[in-house]
């Protein structure tokens, strides 16, 4: 086997997966791909949209990709970025099973990054944009998903549980131990992760940071104001405080269930704040 590793990430949705995917896909070893299955899933999806933002027709790298059978999909993307660590944030259930059914006959090294993030800040995250979400429903969500993922995922090789919130408040602790687990160097200059060319997919706020400033882009952020006031800064995303009313903080933290998951799941964040 070469040393050559993918790294998928496995979240809910709002959870970070494509602020993760930017900066661990920074190093000079690495490249972000971005939801990487979307080409090979939809037949005639872009595959880049730094490079659509641009203008062009298709990517400086990945062009032709539409004619890459799926079996081939991650040795193609070494053959055309030359790293030794591709970062692909997908999430879809059915492209991490693929080609985990298929690892046997891979070359390369497998990792499942699972990403998790504080419910209160994927609560309103979700919220922004359903408003008919409600505590109860959502933290059985939050959990559920989660535990489906670690039943799904856990027994891997190399599974590797990860927090936004850890990584966020405290990068130059947390980041190095991932960098290492995945086989890359640290470098506290990736959480400007928008100072390196990423091409590959994500289009949110994450993605804002990278291409919002390109004529052409695609770009939604669900909250533009709060994207263009943190443009090009390193930011931890605490909108719940402002989002959630005394109450609800309170029903969420008085929440059973939601903080033996927490205390399970161990990460510093959620421990320290309940
Ligand atoms: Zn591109």
Not at 24 to 51: K, M, Q, T, W
Not at 62 to 83: H, T
Request: proline share 1%; charged share 25%; glycine share 6%.
């Amino acid at each position: 086997m070469s040393s050559k590793s993918i790294n998928l990430i496995i979240s809910l949705t709002r959870s970070g997966s494509n602020w993760l995917s930017y900066i661990l896909g920074s190093s000079s070893d690495s490249a972000h791909l971005g939801e990487y299955h979307r080409p090979f899933s939809s037949h005639g999806h872009i595959a880049c949209r730094l490079c659509e933002a641009n203008g062009f027709s298709e990517c400086k790298y990945l062009y032709g990709i539409n004619n890459v059978d799926k079996s081939n999909a991650f040795k193609f993307a070494f053959d055309r970025f030359q790293v030794k660590s591709l970062i692909d944030c997908s999430k879809s259930k059915e492209w991490i099973n693929y080609h985990i059914d298929n690892e046997i006959n891979s070359q390369f090294r497998m990792s499942i990054i699972h990403l998790y993030r504080d419910f209160k800040a994927w609560f309103v995250s979700e919220r922004r944009r359903n408003k008919t979400l409600t505590i109860d429903d959502s933290i059985s969500t939050w959990i559920n998903i989660n535990r489906e993922f670690s039943l799904l995922y856990s027994s891997h090789a190399h599974y590797i549980k990860v927090c936004y919130d850890d990584l966020s408040q405290w990068p130059n602790e947390e980041f190095p131990i991932l960098f290492k687990k995945i086989g890359l160097e640290w470098n506290e200059d990736f959480l400007s992760y928008w100072n390196y060319e990423h091409h590959g997919l994500g289009g949110n706020g994450a993605s804002f940071q990278n291409i919002g400033h390109l004529t052409k882009a695609k770009v939604t952020t669900g909250d533009d104001e709060y994207y263009s006031k943190h443009r090009h800064k390193v930011f931890y995303d605490e909108r719940w405080k402002d989002e959630l009313t005394v109450k609800e903080i309170k029903r969420i933290s008085e929440s059973d269930i939601l903080m033996e998951e927490y205390s399970n799941l161990g990460f510093r964040s959620f421990t320290a704040a309940h």
